[in-house]
């Protein structure tokens, strides 16, 4: 099995930055894509920026120039820096990765989310 935690949700001002983080552990043998995904409320859950095992990156258009994804691959870690947060950021977001187990099965996994607030 793989878990997903993730860490770093807050309450801020506009203007100010976060920093999330997602850790992945468990029986994992291979792990492919990372990304994070956020939900505000009444609002579909959609994609807010990938990174590949190669660190190919990906993001939503509203967040790019202020969103930076990396990871650390030594301990199966994804980040997402978020700066000069908008009131609109506000939602809950979600952690996902590809992971293939011991066992050679690839699911998508998901954390269970973290809440971000911005206030203007």
């Known amino acids: 099995q793989v878990q997903l935690v993730e860490s770093g949700g807050g309450l801020v001002q506009a203007g100010e930055s976060l920093r999330l983080s997602c850790a992945a552990s468990?029986?994992?043998?291979?792990?492919?894509?990372m990304g994070w995904y956020r939900q505000a409320p009444g609002k579909q859950r959609e994609l807010v920026a990938s990174?590949?095992?190669?660190?190919?990156?990906n993001y939503e258009k509203s967040v790019k120039g202020r969103f930076t994804i990396s990871r650390t691959n030594a301990n199966n870690t994804v980040y997402l820096q978020m700066n000069a947060l908008k009131p609109e950021d506000t939602a809950v977001y979600y952690c996902?990765?590809?992971?293939?187990?011991?066992?050679?099965?690839?699911?998508?996994?998901w954390g269970q989310g973290t809440q971000v607030t911005v206030s203007s």
């Open positions: 468990g029986s994992i043998a291979r792990l492919n894509d």
């Open positions: 990174i590949s095992s190669g660190g190919s990156t």
């Open positions: 996902n990765a590809q992971a293939a187990d011991m066992r050679g099965k690839w699911n998508l996994y």
